[in-house]
């Protein structure tokens, strides 16, 4: 169960949790058209809170609904403002925060009219996504049998809520056969994402992840590279197989929700020495020390608030 925070933005107001609901001719409950982000903000070790690159999570909610024709009625430093405030007045110093933009009732049909835009920005506390094993030994991954979205079919750049339903079948696929996570491919064969999440693989000493074509333009995928650049690694964006996979020295899964995650084994095969790998541990060390406030150099990725 979501642990219940007092109040929810709602279309540029506060409202009370229980109070944040919707009618059932919600064009977006029907129809699957709206877009929305996670986002974490940290308590620092130094006392300070702060939200992981707001202005970037905020940007591709604009850009998501953008791809869907959807027209969001805040601009973004209204809608940085609109996330602060949320934890402000939940007087939470780290949590989850979830902004979804939806389209409301009115006309029913596919051709949403003009039906409102609406706006929703919830928070809650969330701790590793996966389990705090997962972060520590690693995490179990199955093929899914659902292939990821072709780039045509639907947009694989917005972070839109239709584009989940391939998420759930895929992830409740494979929990039900006892892994934690599932491994897609796009529609030629090649390794994509997870249902939550972007790839990387390790093989000596180079860390590769997909290209962005099919995939969600993941924040975490980019603090990543960039901070592994920045620790000396070659980073390469490039397609690749299920059994480069299999082969790989490390794998990792990246997301805003699971943080970096390692994989220790796919489709039954142990990747590596099936365990956290020592790149892989590096970045995670390198990643938490970032996003708790360790390192000044990263400093223009936090967005500090205080209660
Ligand atoms: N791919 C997908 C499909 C995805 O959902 C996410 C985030 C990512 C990649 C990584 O993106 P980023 O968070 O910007 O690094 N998934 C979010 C939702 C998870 C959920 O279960 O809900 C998240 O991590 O917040």
């Not at 949790?17 to 029907?30: G, I, R, S, Y």
């Not at 690159?53 to 601009?75: N, T, V, Y």
């Not at 949590?95 to 979804?100: A, K, N, T």
Request: contains cysteine; charged residues 20%.
């Amino acid at each position: 169960m979501v642990q219940k925070a007092e109040k929810i933005w709602f279309d540029g107001k506060l409202v009370p949790w229980d109070e944040a609901n919707v009618h059932v001719l919600t064009h977006t409950l029907h129809y699957g058209c709206g877009v929305f982000e996670g986002i974490r903000a940290y308590h620092c070790t130094d006392g300070r809170s702060a939200v992981y690159r707001l202005r970037e999570h905020m940007q591709r909610l604009i850009d998501s609904a953008h791809i869907l024709g959807m027209k969001i009625p805040f601009s973004l430093d209204e809608l940085v403002q609109a996330v602060v405030d949320t934890l402000v007045a939940n007087k939470m110093k780290a949590g989850y925060i979830r902004p979804l933009v939806f389209i409301g009732d009115g006309v029913m049909g596919v051709h949403p009219g003009a039906n409102p835009i609406r706006l929703a920005i919830a928070a809650w506390p969330w701790g590793a996504y996966l389990g705090d094993d997962a972060l520590l030994k690693g995490i179990r991954v199955k093929t899914s049998s659902f292939c990821r979205l072709h780039v045509n079919t639907m947009m694989t750049k917005a972070k839109a809520c239709g584009n989940y339903v391939n998420s759930v079948l895929a992830k409740t696929e494979v929990v039900a056969d006892g892994y934690d996570e599932a491994l897609m491919l796009d529609t030629q064969g090649f390794v994509s994402e997870a249902s939550g999440e972007n790839i990387f693989v390790i093989k000596n000493e180079v860390i590769k992840t997909t290209p962005l074509t099919s995939v969600l333009p993941g924040i975490t995928r980019d603090s990543i590279m960039t901070l592994a650049r920045e620790l000396g690694y070659e980073v390469v964006e490039q397609l690749f197989t299920r059994d480069e996979l299999y082969v790989a020295d490390e794998a990792f899964f990246s997301g805003t929700a699971a943080e970096i995650t390692p994989i220790r084994e796919v489709d039954r095969r142990t990747i590596g020495a099936g365990q956290a790998g020592p790149v892989t541990q590096l970045l995670q060390k390198e990643y938490f020390r970032i996003v708790k406030g360790e390192n000044p150099d990263y400093d223009a990725w936090l967005h500090e608030y205080s209660i």
